[in-house]
């Protein structure tokens, strides 16, 4: 009778379950019709284990997890007694302590051996804790792409041949979130959102790297499914869109790089400004001592403001009364301007760079020269504007326009920079990158 009770029970709370489930679909679904709702349902017992340990407030689940991670971390017995673990946790109080351990044992995360009075950590329990334990590893490293738990849960999978659909799903779906976020910083056009987003691709083409090996072994086993083929070669051709963004980046670069505006001679440019206004938190704290006097508001009364609109009214009304017939005509001033300053500038450094580019003129073995050496002697601002002309070299869009800039595109001259600095001896520039000018053999002649 007990046993025929139990089950009875039982059928009950299992319909109450299933009725209260159904509440939450339309009238003519079933639940058990739906695919992801048996998989769950198969997996309860684990996601009673989540539920008992993450339900409720954030410091009971904090304790809760403190209990269970200090007793799996003890790895010298595989059983604790009561006082055991009061003493190993004597820093909580004993009604809480009792409470958690409670709550433990009623969902299968502690064990309790009645014969020999102890409690003991359940193989679920430790599989909870690792896979909590990796996602809280992975969440202290410098990880921006966020890809890294879940390309570990694929290659542990692979290793151990239990690699599934949801896992490459859950790659492939970050793998497309983190294309249209780069998509969408290229078509921003903001110079420190392409930035930031480049160092973010450059932290996901590192996942993606270390992923290759993975996804081309899932794509060689045999043994695989079909739908977990096409999850893989899926990956694959995602990877090559995110890895294929580089001349993306590097041509949304060079068009703002084009776009820049200097600040008259002085070498500067707003985005030289806008870097400097970001590093300072307060930039209301700028304007300290900036304006001797405070703003005094002065107020008027709609007595005086009647006046002054009549005064000007009569004024407007004199003046074009006053003003008959044509103005007497003015020679216009005589100006000589043969070519702007910077058009100079420019010419010479493209007759510069085309002596440099000619074979014909360029002694024997004269194949490269250090930067440094191309730019100087000149000013500040003059050394400035030429470097700011370095990146057109080589530009095939700009080639293909007409000008003075799209001829030094076309000159057959490398620009190869680098991030170390080299001490210069000039009165005008103390240091500079170092890089080269070489040329390029394969182009030909330069285009005259």
């Known amino acids: 009778m007990a046993s025929a009770a139990s089950a009875a029970e039982r059928t009950q709370t299992e319909q109450e379950h299933h009725d209260s489930l159904q509440a939450h679909f339309k009238p003519n679904v079933s639940a058990d019709e739906i695919e992801q709702v048996f998989h769950l349902k198969r997996a309860q017992p684990l996601l009673q284990v989540f539920t008992a340990l993450f339900h409720g407030g954030f410091d009971g689940v904090l304790v809760r997890l403190l209990v269970l991670r200090e007793l799996a971390a003890d790895t010298s017995s595989a059983a604790f007694t009561r006082p055991d673990i009061n003493q190993k946790l004597g820093y909580l109080l004993p009604e809480s302590l009792e409470t958690v351990l409670m709550r433990l044992r009623t969902n299968q995360l502690l064990a309790w051996d009645a014969q020999h009075a102890v409690y003991r950590v359940t193989p679920m329990a430790r599989n909870v804790l690792s896979a909590i334990d990796s996602l809280l590893s992975l969440g202290q490293t410098e990880d921006e792409a966020e890809m890294g738990f879940l390309l570990s849960q694929v290659a542990g999978a692979q290793a151990v041949g239990g690699v599934s659909v949801e896992q490459l799903q859950h790659l492939l779906g970050r793998l497309t979130d983190l294309t249209e976020e780069f998509s969408d910083a290229i078509a921003s056009g903001s110079e420190f959102r392409l930035r930031t987003a480049q160092a973010k691709w450059n932290l996901a083409c590192d996942w993606v790297e270390k992923g290759s090996e993975i996804i081309l072994a899932i794509t060689r086993d045999e043994n695989a499914d079909s739908a977990t083929h096409r999850a893989a070669q899926a990956i694959g051709r995602a990877q090559s869109t995110l890895l294929n963004m580089q001349g993306m980046f590097s041509r949304a670069l060079n068009q703002?790089?084009?776009?820049?505006?200097?600040?008259?001679?002085?070498?500067?440019?707003?985005?030289?400004?806008?870097?400097?206004?970001?590093?300072?938190?307060?930039?209301?704290?700028?304007?300290?001592?900036?304006?001797?006097?405070?703003?005094?508001?002065?107020?008027?009364?709609?007595?005086?403001?009647?006046?002054?609109?009549?005064?000007?009214?009569?004024?407007?009304?004199?003046?074009?009364?006053?003003?008959?017939?044509?103005?007497?005509?003015?020679?216009?001033?005589?100006?000589?301007?043969?070519?702007?300053?910077?058009?100079?500038?420019?010419?010479?450094?493209?007759?510069?760079?085309?002596?440099?580019?000619?074979?014909?003129?360029?002694?024997?073995?004269?194949?490269?020269?250090?930067?440094?050496?191309?730019?100087?002697?000149?000013?500040?601002?003059?050394?400035?504007?030429?470097?700011?002309?370095?990146?057109?070299?080589?530009?095939?869009?700009?080639?293909?326009?007409?000008?003075?800039?799209?001829?030094?595109?076309?000159?057959?001259?490398?620009?190869?920079?680098?991030?170390?600095?080299?001490?210069?001896?000039?009165?005008?520039?103390?240091?500079?990158?170092?890089?080269?000018?070489?040329?390029?053999?394969?182009?030909?002649?330069?285009?005259?």
């Open 256 to 448: 703002i790089e084009r776009q820049r505006v200097h600040l008259g001679q002085s070498g500067l440019s707003t985005t030289d400004i806008k870097r400097w206004l970001l590093r300072h938190e307060d930039l209301a704290s700028l304007a300290d001592g900036a304006i001797d006097q405070p703003v005094m508001p002065l107020f008027s009364t709609p007595a005086e403001m009647i006046d002054v609109a009549e005064t000007e009214l009569l004024i407007e009304r004199a003046a074009g009364i006053a003003q008959t017939g044509l103005p007497t005509g003015q020679d216009a001033p005589t100006t000589i301007n043969d070519a702007p300053a910077m058009q100079l500038e420019l010419d010479d450094w493209l007759a510069r760079l085309s002596d440099f580019a000619d074979l014909a003129k360029a002694p024997a073995g004269a194949r490269s020269v250090a930067i440094h050496e191309a730019l100087l002697p000149a000013t500040f601002a003059v050394a400035s504007y030429r470097a700011s002309m370095l990146p057109l070299l080589g530009d095939t869009s700009e080639a293909s326009l007409q000008g003075a800039t799209a001829k030094l595109a076309r000159l057959p001259v490398s620009f190869e920079p680098t991030d170390a600095m080299i001490q210069l001896s000039d009165p005008h520039v103390a240091a500079m990158s170092i890089a080269s000018l070489s040329l390029d053999l394969e182009s030909g002649p330069a285009d005259e």
